[in-house]
C-alpha cells in the first residue's frame, strides 16, 4: 500500500515539475540562440569585404582535398580553388557571400556541399597616419572605421599638433565602399581632403568621415610662433602664441617685473606682415591692471621690453648697487 502511494506521489510531482523543467530549457537555449547571434554580429570584420592580397582560409565540409589554409587574393580580385577551372571573383565580397559563390561552383561535382570561407590575414586596407600624432604608423582596416577612432587608437595627436587635418585619397577605382560626404579624385588623381582637428574630436559626423583603403592620414605641425620678453623682468623668456597670449599673462609667464621696473612704459615692438617695417607700441601695465586700459594681444615676433627706472631714481639706484658691496666688504672692529 505504502509503495502504491509512493509511486502516485512520484507521478504527481514529475508531472509538476516536468512542464516546468521544459519551459526552462527552451528559455535556457533560446537565451543561447540570442548568445550566439550576438557574437556574430559583433564578430570584427562581419560585414568585412575582402580586397587585394588578404589571405583566406576556405573550408570544405568532409573534403580536404578541397579545402585550402592559405590562398591569397590575386591583383584581379579573384581564388584559385581545386577542381574549378577559372578563378573565384573574391573582392569586394564579404565571407558569407564568397562561401555561397563558391558552393555553387562545387555543386557540379559534390552532392550537398557545405563550404565556409574566413579571412585569416587581413592586407587589402592599409592606412597611414603620420605627422604630429603620439604613435604614428600604418594600420589594417577590418571594418569601416571612422578618423576619430583611429586616433583614439594611437592616443591622439600629439601636443605639437597644429589646428587642421588632412587625408591624402588616391583613385576611387579598386574601392568596394565609398564615403559619399566626401569627394574621390578622379582616375589617377590624388585628392587631399582639409578637415578642423577641432571638429573631428568633437566627432560630427561631417568632420569625422569613414576612413577608405590607401588613405594616408597627416595632422601637420603647429606653425611656430612666438613672442619675447625681456628687460627688467624676472627672467627673460621666449613665449609660444599657441594659445592667445595677453601682455599681462606674458610678463607673468617671465616671473614677473623686476624691482624698479617702469610698469608704466612697457615697450611692444611689432613686426609689419610681409615688411622690415616694425611699429612701437608703449603700454602702462599699471592702467591694464587697473582696468583702466585694455590688455593686449600679443603677436608673433612680438617683443616685449620693461624699461628699467630712469633719472634720479636710476641714479640712486647705480649708487645703491656700487655702495653695498664696498661696504659689505669693509672690517667690522669690535672693541
Given amino acids: ?10 507521478r504527481r510531482y514529475a508531472c509538476a515539475v516536468l512542464p516546468a523543467f521544459l519551459i526552462l530549457l527552451n528559455l535556457t537555449d533560446t537565451a543561447r540562440a540570442q548568445d550566439r547571434a550576438m557574437m556574430q554580429v559583433a564578430k570584427p570584420g562581419a560585414n568585412y569585404r575582402i580586397g587585394v592580397d588578404d589571405v583566406l582560409q576556405v573550408m570544405v565540409v568532409k573534403q580536404p582535398l578541397l579545402s585550402t589554409d592559405n590562398v591569397r587574393v590575386a591583383n584581379d580580385g579573384t581564388i584559385q580553388l581545386p577542381m574549378i577551372e577559372s578563378g573565384v571573383a573574391a573582392a569586394c565580397l564579404t565571407e558569407t557571400e564568397l562561401s555561397a559563390a563558391i558552393l555553387a561552383k562545387y555543386k557540379k561535382y ?6 565556409y570561407v574566413s579571412v585569416k590575414e587581413y592586407n587589402a586596407n592599409p592606412v597611414a597616419l603620420i605627422g604630429a600624432v603620439v604613435a604614428p604608423g600604418r594600420f589594417q582596416l577590418q571594418r569601416p572605421t571612422r578618423l576619430l577612432e583611429l586616433l583614439t587608437r594611437v592616443n591622439g595627436p600629439a601636443q605639437n599638433a597644429g589646428k587642421t587635418v588632412q587625408i591624402f585619397r588616391g583613385p576611387a577605382e579598386n574601392r568596394c565602399d565609398h564615403d559619399p560626404t566626401l569627394t574621390n579624385a578622379a582616375e589617377g588623381d590624388q585628392d587631399i581632403i582639409w578637415l578642423s582637428l577641432a571638429d573631428v574630436l568633437k566627432g560630427d559626423e561631417k568632420g569625422n568621415p569613414f576612413l577608405q583603403a590607401g588613405d594616408i592620414v597627416r595632422i601637420p605641425e603647429a606653425e611656430l610662433q612666438q613672442a619675447f620678453v625681456l628687460g627688467n623682468v624676472r627672467s627673460a623668456v621666449t613665449i609660444n602664441l599657441k594659445e592667445p597670449i595677453t601682455l599681462s599673462k606674458a610678463i607673468a609667464l617671465a616671473g614677473g617685473v623686476a624691482p624698479g621696473a617702469n610698469t608704466s612704459k612697457v615697450k611692444i615692438s611689432r613686426q609689419e606682415p610681409n615688411s622690415l617695417a616694425k611699429t612701437e607700441m608703449i603700454v602702462s601695465l599699471k592702467d591694464i591692471e587697473k582696468r583702466i586700459q585694455d590688455d593686449i594681444l600679443l603677436k608673433p615676433d612680438d617683443i616685449v621690453d620693461v624699461p628699467g627706472p630712469s633719472g634720479t631714481r636710476r641714479i640712486l639706484n647705480s649708487i645703491f648697487r656700487s655702495v653695498i658691496p664696498v661696504v659689505t666688504r669693509m672690517p667690522v672692529v669690535i672693541p
Avoid: G, N, S, Y
Avoid at 500500500?1 to 512520484?10: G, H, Q, S, T, Y
Avoid at 559534390?110 to 563550404?115: C, F, G, K, M
Fill in 110 to 115: 559534390l552532392l550537398d556541399p557545405q563550404v
Fill in 1 to 10: 500500500m505504502r509503495k502504491v502511494k509512493f509511486v502516485i506521489l512520484i
